[in-house]
């Protein structure tokens, strides 16, 4: 509907007067209104910010929040207007999509605040007016590019898989090498023999001094042909190797023959084999000259090593159109002015302009101003045709030049913030992880504390601790926390406990005896939570606490059957040794069947190898 | 000479009427003084005044604004509360912030309510019909008193306002040509999507019906008296009519 011009239905329905004569039926009859439409002035706090507007301007878009009854759910009863906490600056511009109709985008908000915004008030973003739209467009564009090289990084760095195939191990070291030394180890071999490879292929080639019984200079090549020849052998078996190795470790053998590294690394290596397979013939050694060309490919390998270089051909790649075009007009320009030249120059005599083709060569020279002065114009027309030519060849060039640049600045720097990102990443990852733990210190903190002030306040009914109370909203995500451990018969634990219990658990199940950190005792419990009344510890619970915790330990249920899980008996707590501040974790097995006597040390290694979920409270 | 005074108006933002008369007045009298060669002068300064400023002629052109009688003189004239004037202006400003709308403003306007169909042919007649003093705009007044005829007037009124509406040529009589540009025109809103489909010679024969109905003495057009009597005498126009009454 045309929410924009709904001002104008009364007078759309009064047009409609010219239907009614010719009509030949009755008309249907008009909706009732409910409530003669009250045109009052609403008001709209946006976290301080007054906006008023009529209740008819934000009722013609029905389908977003505030032009429907969702906007009842904000009302403010005592001021009498409707609060939002949201964002004032950016509500501005959603009040004046209701009031013109058109959505315009800020330039300078942060996309993804401003995505929420209308995410929140209902309103899609593709309604933003043609002004702003592909701005925004653009940016949502970027953002998106961004976050998904941040979810490659995650992928990357957080995948620490515990069990892959040999395969994609290999695989991985490949790609990345600095997830383990060996491959790190074999990056620099390989690169390091590119590097000689290459240099090889050179210096084969420079003069070397004459042999003695000649007098003519021959090359380093010929000279030490067997030591090149093994060098050679040497790089290429490298290359082979590595070469297979990725072929047999790559998840999709026919992409990887198909991407473009692995052709350069085949056209690196044929050359030698072709030498090899091919017999010393005189007719076939130019071909084979012709072969040891492609040997300077293996320079190209480097891009496996060089980000820079892989920026260069992506940035030549996704400028394809560019540079086609420039050479489309500089083909033109040259043929045009080849044409121009040879025939003005048709006439001097002695003149190097022999043919068309052959002025190709002057008029390339020229145009991009190289000026051999291996061929020059001697007639005056010829002389003012070339001087056109070399400037156009000016401006032809330098036409696509900057976009090409352009494309490679925003490639460049975009990789520039993408390494940026990786670096501070760690940090950003270690801040956020210190904060998380900081939380669950916090709520353990709150654990031994709290339930140990209330057994304290049930024994002696006096208050010990003179910690300052924790704010409302803390103490009721803690019990929020502990109704939840409550529920499932778990308990939160932090990370480095738990990592330590993992490899506690580990070596105890290789060892199978862990009489050193069990014991059993001979109460029963009813409860998860065994407390613990010790006045001592109260005060050296902190120190304690990380040893308690390391104590206690969780381990994954095989067992399909759950029913005894929540229910079963839990009938081993340790008791607290009054004098040692070690407290000893008991074990708990849930297992119904496997319920071990309350006396007896020993049974309990028999319960916990086939033991299932095992809850270990220490307190 | 006539260019300097243009542009003097629009320096001094003088009304639209005052300055099209005032033009209109200096260009007679500019030919006469070009008969007389008495135009040197104004020439060049013409040409002077243009090179500076042809770019901003255009533009503040454009911009005409429009205002409104006062609210008072409006509700003596016409029957609506102060209130629905206040919507109704609100919502016409909305829309045209200059004060008028023209004939293709408002076949937009009037062809988002009826997006399947093509509405401009009617929207055309419809402008014609508010229109009352053919200036090619409808001001808020042409507006207001067009919707005060149809939402707050008498039978007859409404009648009469719509009889006018088909009277193209506003000779006092419907001829059946001009009622088969209307008929086109309602069945163009339709647009091709329709059940049953639509058939081409739909408008004719609803004509062919309206005739029957109206024309008493079958001589070929409704006059003025033929067409409120006739629809007087139906019962479904009648009720229809009454549809009006609260529309605002």
Same mark, same amino acid.
């Not at chain 1, 007078?11 to 009250?38: D, L, N, Y």
């Not at chain 1, 605040?113 to 899609?124: H, P, R, S, T, V």
């Not at chain 1, 005060?539 to 229910?567: C, D, G, K, M, Y």
């Not at chain 2, 007087?232 to 009454?245: C, T, V």
């Given at each position: 509907?045309?929410?924009?011009?709904?001002?104008?239905?009364?007078?759309?329905?009064?047009?409609?007067?010219?239907?009614?004569?010719?009509?030949?039926?009755?008309?249907?009859?008009?909706?009732?209104?409910?409530?003669?439409?009250?045109?009052?002035?609403?008001?709209?706090?946006?976290?301080?910010?007054?906006?008023?507007?009529?209740?008819?301007?934000?009722?013609?878009?029905?389908?977003?929040?505030?032009?429907?009854?969702?906007?009842?759910?904000?009302?403010?009863?005592?001021?009498?207007?409707?609060?939002?906490?949201?964002?004032?600056?950016?509500?501005?511009?959603?009040?004046?999509?209701?009031?013109?109709?058109?959505?315009?985008?800020?330039?300078?908000?942060?996309?993804?605040?401003?995505?929420?915004?209308?995410?929140?008030?209902?309103?899609?973003?593709?309604?933003?007016?043609?002004?702003?739209?592909?701005?925004?467009?653009?940016?949502?564009?970027?953002?998106?590019?961004?976050?998904?090289?941040?979810?490659?990084?995650?992928?990357?760095?957080?995948?620490?898989?515990?069990?892959?195939?040999?395969?994609?191990?290999?695989?991985?070291?490949?790609?990345?090498?600095?997830?383990?030394?060996?491959?790190?180890?074999?990056?620099?071999?390989?690169?390091?023999?590119?590097?000689?490879?290459?240099?090889?292929?050179?210096?084969?080639?420079?003069?070397?001094?004459?042999?003695?019984?000649?007098?003519?200079?021959?090359?380093?090549?010929?000279?030490?042909?067997?030591?090149?020849?093994?060098?050679?052998?040497?790089?290429?078996?490298?290359?082979?190797?590595?070469?297979?190795?990725?072929?047999?470790?790559?998840?999709?053998?026919?992409?990887?023959?198909?991407?473009?590294?692995?052709?350069?690394?085949?056209?690196?290596?044929?050359?030698?084999?072709?030498?090899?397979?091919?017999?010393?013939?005189?007719?076939?050694?130019?071909?084979?000259?012709?072969?040891?060309?492609?040997?300077?490919?293996?320079?190209?390998?480097?891009?496996?090593?060089?980000?820079?270089?892989?920026?260069?051909?992506?940035?030549?790649?996704?400028?394809?159109?560019?540079?086609?075009?420039?050479?489309?007009?500089?083909?033109?320009?040259?043929?045009?002015?080849?044409?121009?030249?040879?025939?003005?120059?048709?006439?001097?005599?002695?003149?190097?302009?022999?043919?068309?083709?052959?002025?190709?060569?002057?008029?390339?020279?020229?145009?991009?101003?190289?000026?051999?002065?291996?061929?020059?114009?001697?007639?005056?027309?010829?002389?003012?045709?070339?001087?056109?030519?070399?400037?156009?060849?000016?401006?032809?060039?330098?036409?696509?030049?900057?976009?090409?640049?352009?494309?490679?600045?925003?490639?460049?720097?975009?990789?520039?913030?993408?390494?940026?990102?990786?670096?501070?990443?760690?940090?950003?990852?270690?801040?956020?992880?210190?904060?998380?733990?900081?939380?669950?210190?916090?709520?353990?903190?709150?654990?031994?504390?709290?339930?140990?002030?209330?057994?304290?306040?049930?024994?002696?009914?006096?208050?010990?601790?003179?910690?300052?109370?924790?704010?409302?909203?803390?103490?009721?995500?803690?019990?929020?926390?502990?109704?939840?451990?409550?529920?499932?018969?778990?308990?939160?634990?932090?990370?480095?406990?738990?990592?330590?219990?993992?490899?506690?658990?580990?070596?105890?199940?290789?060892?199978?005896?862990?009489?050193?950190?069990?014991?059993?005792?001979?109460?029963?419990?009813?409860?998860?939570?065994?407390?613990?009344?010790?006045?001592?510890?109260?005060?050296?619970?902190?120190?304690?606490?990380?040893?308690?915790?390391?104590?206690?330990?969780?381990?994954?249920?095989?067992?399909?059957?759950?029913?005894?899980?929540?229910?079963?008996?839990?009938?081993?707590?340790?008791?607290?040794?009054?004098?040692?501040?070690?407290?000893?974790?008991?074990?708990?097995?849930?297992?119904?069947?496997?319920?071990?006597?309350?006396?007896?040390?020993?049974?309990?290694?028999?319960?916990?190898?086939?033991?299932?979920?095992?809850?270990?409270?220490?307190? | 000479?006539?260019?300097?005074?243009?542009?003097?108006?629009?320096?001094?933002?003088?009304?639209?009427?005052?300055?099209?008369?005032?033009?209109?007045?200096?260009?007679?009298?500019?030919?006469?003084?070009?008969?007389?060669?008495?135009?040197?002068?104004?020439?060049?300064?013409?040409?002077?005044?243009?090179?500076?400023?042809?770019?901003?002629?255009?533009?503040?052109?454009?911009?005409?604004?429009?205002?409104?009688?006062?609210?008072?003189?409006?509700?003596?004239?016409?029957?609506?509360?102060?209130?629905?004037?206040?919507?109704?202006?609100?919502?016409?400003?909305?829309?045209?912030?200059?004060?008028?709308?023209?004939?293709?403003?408002?076949?937009?306007?009037?062809?988002?309510?009826?997006?399947?169909?093509?509405?401009?042919?009617?929207?055309?007649?419809?402008?014609?019909?508010?229109?009352?003093?053919?200036?090619?705009?409808?001001?808020?007044?042409?507006?207001?008193?067009?919707?005060?005829?149809?939402?707050?007037?008498?039978?007859?009124?409404?009648?009469?306002?719509? $009889?006018?509406?088909? *009277?193209? +040529? /506003? %000779? @006092?009589?419907? #001829?059946?040509? &001009?009622?088969?540009?209307?008929? !086109?025109?309602?069945?163009?809103?339709?647009?091709?999507?329709?059940?049953?489909?639509?058939?081409?010679?739909?408008?004719?024969?609803?004509?062919?019906?309206? $005739?029957?109905?109206? *024309?008493? +003495? /079958? %001589? @070929?057009?409704? #006059?003025?008296? &033929?067409?409120?009597?006739?629809? !007087?005498?139906?019962?479904?126009?009648?009720?229809?009519?009454?549809?009006?009454?609260?529309?605002?």
């Amino acid at each position: 509907m045309a929410a924009g011009v709904a001002a104008w239905l009364p007078f759309a329905r009064a047009a409609a007067i010219g239907w009614m004569p010719v009509a030949s039926t009755p008309m249907p009859m008009p909706p009732q209104e409910k409530r003669k439409a009250q045109d009052g002035l609403i008001i709209l706090n946006v976290s301080g910010t007054k906006f008023q507007t009529w209740r008819t301007t934000l009722e013609r878009y029905p389908d977003t929040l505030l032009g429907s009854t969702e906007r009842d759910f904000f009302f403010h009863e005592e001021t009498n207007e409707y609060f939002f906490d949201r964002d004032p600056d950016i509500f501005r511009h959603i009040l004046n999509f209701y009031r013109t109709g058109k959505l315009h985008y800020p330039r300078q908000e942060c996309i993804s605040a401003y995505d929420e915004e209308l995410a929140f008030f209902g309103i899609i973003p593709e309604i933003i007016g043609d002004c702003c739209y592909e701005e925004y467009k653009d940016r949502r564009r970027e953002n998106a590019e961004r976050l998904q090289d941040d979810e490659e990084m995650d992928m990357n760095n957080d995948v620490t898989p515990v069990n892959l195939t040999f395969r994609e191990y290999l695989w991985r070291a490949f790609e990345n090498p600095h997830t383990s030394t060996l491959a790190l180890v074999f990056y620099y071999v390989t690169g390091f023999f590119i590097a000689i490879s290459v240099m090889a292929n050179v210096v084969e080639t420079v003069p070397c001094g004459t042999l003695p019984n000649r007098s003519k200079e021959i090359s380093c090549g010929d000279r030490y042909a067997l030591a090149f020849f093994c060098l050679d052998t040497a790089c290429v078996m490298i290359f082979t190797v590595e070469y297979l190795l990725r072929l047999i470790a790559a998840p999709s053998r026919y992409k990887f023959m198909k991407s473009v590294m692995s052709v350069i690394d085949v056209v690196a290596i044929m050359p030698y084999y072709i030498g090899l397979v091919m017999t010393d013939n005189d007719q076939v050694s130019g071909a084979f000259v012709t072969l040891r060309v492609f040997r300077v490919f293996r320079i190209f390998k480097f891009s496996r090593h060089s980000a820079g270089l892989r920026i260069l051909g992506y940035t030549l790649k996704s400028c394809a159109s560019e540079l086609g075009f420039l050479l489309f007009s500089l083909t033109m320009a040259i043929i045009i002015f080849a044409t121009v030249m040879f025939y003005a120059e048709k006439g001097s005599t002695g003149s190097k302009f022999t043919s068309i083709p052959a002025a190709f060569w002057y008029t390339i020279v020229t145009m991009t101003t190289l000026g051999y002065g291996d061929m020059v114009p001697k007639t005056i027309v010829g002389k003012v045709f070339g001087s056109i030519c070399s400037l156009s060849g000016v401006l032809v060039i330098a036409l696509p030049v900057p976009v090409i640049v352009s494309n490679f600045s925003r490639i460049y720097h975009q990789s520039q913030r993408a390494e940026k990102r990786r670096a501070q990443r760690k940090t950003r990852l270690a801040r956020i992880r210190a904060a998380k733990i900081r939380g669950t210190n916090a709520y353990m903190r709150y654990k031994q504390n709290g339930l140990l002030i209330d057994s304290l306040e049930e024994e002696a009914g006096q208050a010990l601790v003179g910690k300052a109370p924790s704010p409302p909203f803390e103490s009721q995500h803690h019990h929020l926390l502990h109704c939840l451990e409550k529920t499932t018969n778990h308990e939160f634990v932090d990370e480095q406990t738990f990592q330590a219990n993992c490899m506690d658990i580990s070596v105890m199940n290789k060892t199978g005896s862990r009489a050193s950190s069990l014991s059993s005792s001979p109460h029963g419990l009813g409860s998860c939570c065994s407390r613990r009344h010790r006045k001592k510890s109260s005060f050296s619970l902190p120190s304690t606490n990380n040893q308690e915790l390391s104590t206690i330990q969780i381990r994954e249920r095989p067992v399909a059957n759950s029913r005894a899980s929540l229910n079963a008996k839990l009938d081993e707590t340790v008791p607290l040794k009054c004098d040692e501040p070690y407290i000893t974790p008991s074990m708990v097995s849930l297992s119904a069947p496997v319920v071990t006597s309350s006396d007896g040390d020993g049974s309990t290694t028999t319960a916990y190898s086939q033991s299932n979920i095992v809850r270990v409270s220490a307190l | 000479m006539a260019n300097i005074l243009h542009v003097c108006c629009i320096r001094f933002k003088l009304c639209d009427k005052l300055k099209i008369s005032l033009i209109t007045s200096v260009k007679y009298l500019d030919q006469v003084m070009a008969m007389l060669g008495v135009d040197m002068v104004s020439r060049l300064t013409e040409t002077y005044l243009s090179l500076t400023d042809s770019v901003e002629d255009d533009f503040e052109l454009s911009t005409v604004c429009h205002r409104p009688e006062s609210m008072d003189k409006l509700q003596e004239q016409t029957k609506f509360t102060k209130k629905e004037l206040q919507v109704l202006y609100r919502g016409f400003k909305n829309e045209c912030p200059s004060g008028v709308v023209n004939e293709e403003n408002f076949k937009n306007i009037y062809s988002q309510f009826f997006p399947q169909g093509d509405s401009s042919m009617y929207a055309h007649f419809l402008f014609e019909a508010f229109d009352t003093n053919k200036n090619g705009s409808v001001s808020f007044e042409d507006f207001v008193f067009g919707l005060s005829i149809i939402l707050r007037g008498t039978i007859n009124d409404r009648l009469n306002w719509a $009889f006018n509406l088909y *009277d193209l +040529n /506003k %000779d @006092g009589c419907i #001829t059946k040509e &001009e009622m088969l540009d209307i008929m !086109k025109s309602i069945y163009d809103m339709m647009g091709k999507y329709t059940y049953p489909t639509m058939q081409d010679d739909a408008p004719r024969e609803h004509v062919e019906s309206f $005739f029957q109905k109206m *024309d008493r +003495n /079958k %001589d @070929g057009v409704v #006059t003025i008296d &033929e067409f409120i009597e006739s629809c !007087k005498k139906d019962e479904n126009i009648m009720q229809s009519m009454q549809l009006f009454d609260n529309v605002i």
